[in-house]
């Protein structure tokens, strides 16, 4: 089983700023990646695929990178709209398909 | 518009049984795999369960492999998870997720159904 590690588990930042994500795969998963973000009492919604493919209608303020084992989300300017969880999942070797633990961006 | 509807949650004792279901619609249902994603209160997200295109090809957590059983009918556009011998640890929100094609990333959730577990 791919284990996913998010860091950090909580990111403190001002609106307006820029906030960076952190998820490492326990082995290689090429670009297999997903991000989504969870807002309190809603479901999931995929924002980024591929490791870098923006989802239909996901602003460009989000952007992805990264391959092989290490992958970033970045929020280049958060919006009050953006605080909320954040999770990366694997889709290269399953199953299962992996989810790492979440990173909480919260208001600073 | 993507629209994917869970039912079947609610209280069940130890030991007990429920029956999920996912109604689907504005996507040709038959033609992607769906998946079972579920989230403990104030926890993170883990899968459960997936089923092919056709219904072949079922796989599962090891923590519900024996326990839960996924289909699906593409007549009725609508996936199941049948549930048996629920334990507390499977307090959860349960998920019906729709996979991009067949085994790549999931794309749409619906707003999931509440299974609590209970004496």
């Known amino acids: 089983e791919i284990v996913m590690t998010q860091s950090p588990a909580t990111l403190s930042v001002s609106p307006g700023e820029r906030a960076t994500l952190s998820c490492r795969a326990s082995q290689s998963i090429n670009s297999n990646l997903a991000w989504f973000q969870q807002k309190p009492g809603q479901a999931p919604r995929l924002l980024i695929h591929?490791?870098?493919t923006r989802a239909t209608g996901v602003p460009a303020r989000f952007g992805g990178s990264g391959s092989g084992t290490e992958f970033t989300l970045t929020i280049s300017s958060l919006q009050s709209e953006d605080f909320a969880v954040y999770y990366c999942?694997?889709?290269?070797?399953?199953?299962?398909?992996?989810f790492g633990q979440g990173t909480k961006v919260e208001i600073k | 518009e993507v629209r994917l509807v869970e039912s079947g949650g609610g209280l069940v004792q130890p030991g007990g049984s429920l029956r999920l279901s996912c109604s689907a619609s504005?996507?040709?249902?038959?033609?992607?795999?769906m998946h079972w994603v579920r989230q403990a209160p104030g926890k993170g997200l883990e899968f459960v369960s997936a089923?092919?295109?056709?219904?072949?090809?079922?796989f599962y957590a090891d923590s519900v492999k024996g326990r839960f059983i996924i289909s699906r009918d593409n007549s009725k556009n609508t996936l199941y998870l049948q549930t048996s011998s629920l334990r507390a640890e499977d307090t959860a929100v349960y998920y019906c997720v729709k996979d991009f094609n067949s085994w790549h990333h999931f794309d749409y959730w619906g707003q999931g159904t509440l299974v609590t577990v209970s004496s």
């Open positions: 999942q694997q889709y290269y070797n399953w199953p299962p398909w992996t």
């Open positions: 504005g996507f040709i249902f038959s033609n992607y795999a």
């Open positions: 089923i092919g295109s056709s219904g072949g090809g079922t």
């Open positions: 591929g490791a870098s």
